[in-house]
């Protein structure tokens, strides 16, 4: 088997350089990246500098437009399909052309995916997503996430996920994420893996134990899967845990206890006397403190009710003890989420330098050093994924191809 990857929601190319570290013959034939409503693709434009483009079938370039207009069949063929999808609403309901055909929300990019896979199949796919995901959304609990293993199942794949923290596995930041590996159940890898119990894939034989070693694993539940995902997207719930493992619509779920490995601390990262730019005025100092405090504020809801807001302090400045803080596209701006620091050499406070912030994430210095503004690039890399971890599933991924 050809070692090809495709790339979707690109970013500045987190998964691309993920695998390229492997150094085992990876190549990307097709990636696409495109902000909706940016005027300047920036995030496009940063990937191509550092990788080129990638033409399609019929040569031409397609990778910086919507997704949702690209014809999936002129994309290359390709072994793994790779994407940082968003977290949104994945409710679907019957199209009106047949009873049989399923429509969801406009611009829900999941469905993107799905088509890709109709048109493509590839044997193998890895996801990343929100934590969030599992559980969303708040009134149906889980559907989102049925949705998705229930589209898996349909097109004959089946999948495995993970939430993991970045910093557990020796990573600079404290960032929760969900991973889902699927994989085809007719590839050779499908096929020994059919003969092993949900539970033992979740606990010991499975892709991801083997990617992020466990140090306990919980109790089992399990649910089966609905055929049809209508059904699914109108009455699924159902309580998943930080890991488990799907096949033929069953679900197995546990929860896992993170084997920790030894972080890269905040402080490791950080560069000295750095420009004057990045430190806190005397003016902004009260705001500041003011945000990473302690509140309860007085509110009155849309319908009267009086309650008080509360929220508990933030550290003030990060401790260079600890991995950071997971880092958001709002980084850099005077918000409450955003990392302060003490700056090594002049032990002033300020922000994160780009540099930094590239660090956090596993990216080389000056990755989104491309012409865009720095505002751009902390948005880039609070959009990214740590590269560390798409680096430890391809040395698995690696063994499994091998097979094939």
Avoid at 152 to 177: D, F, I, K, T
């Amino acid at each position: 088997m050809e070692k090809t990857i495709c790339e979707l929601f690109a970013g500045v190319g987190g998964f691309r350089l993920g695998f390229d570290r492997l150094g085992s013959g990876w190549k990307t034939t097709w990636f696409s990246q495109w902000e909706p409503g940016a005027k300047t693709q920036w995030a496009h434009d940063c990937y191509v500098q550092h990788f080129g483009e990638c033409p399609d079938l019929k040569g031409e370039i397609h990778t910086g437009e919507d997704i949702s207009t690209m014809v999936k069949d002129n994309i290359p063929d390709h072994s793994l399909l790779v994407g940082g999808f968003p977290c949104q609403d994945y409710s679907v309901a019957h199209t009106l052309k047949s009873s049989k055909g399923i429509e969801g929300k406009k611009g829900v990019l999941w469905w993107q995916i799905r088509d890709i896979l109709i048109a493509k199949r590839a044997p193998f796919c890895i996801f990343e997503n929100v934590d969030r995901l599992l559980k969303s959304p708040a009134k149906q609990r889980g559907r989102d996430f049925g949705i998705i293993l229930a589209c898996l199942a349909e097109l004959g794949y089946s999948a495995e996920w993970r939430v993991v923290n970045a910093a557990q596995y020796g990573a600079a930041q404290r960032r929760r994420r969900t991973f889902i590996f699927a994989y085809r159940n007719d590839t050779e890898y499908g096929k020994k893996m059919a003969s092993v119990e949900l539970e033992s894939i979740i606990s010991d034989f499975g892709f991801m134990v083997e990617a992020f070693p466990i140090a306990e694993c919980g109790s089992s539940s399990e649910i089966t899967l609905d055929n049809d995902i209508i059904a699914v997207s109108d009455s699924f719930a159902f309580s998943f845990e930080n890991a488990g493992a799907m096949r033929d619509h069953r679900i197995v779920t546990r929860k896992v206890v993170e084997k920790e490995e030894q972080p890269i601390l905040l402080g490791e990262i950080l560069q000295k006397n750095v420009d004057e730019q990045f430190y806190i005025t005397t003016e902004k100092m009260p705001k500041w403190t003011y945000l990473k405090g302690s509140k309860k504020i007085p509110r009155t809801a849309a319908n009267g009710h009086e309650y008080i807001f509360s929220e508990g302090p933030v550290a003030f400045p990060d401790p260079w003890d600890r991995p950071g803080r997971t880092m958001l596209t709002s980084e850099s701006t005077l918000n409450r989420s955003t990392h302060v620091v003490s700056d090594p050499g002049t032990g002033r406070l300020r922000l994160l330098t780009p540099i930094e912030a590239e660090r956090l994430q596993g990216f080389d210095d000056d990755w989104t050093n491309s012409g865009m503004p720095n505002r751009m690039r902390y948005f880039c890399m609070g959009n990214a994924l740590v590269v560390q971890m798409i680096t430890r599933m391809g040395k698995v991924l690696d063994k499994i191809v091998e097979q094939e």
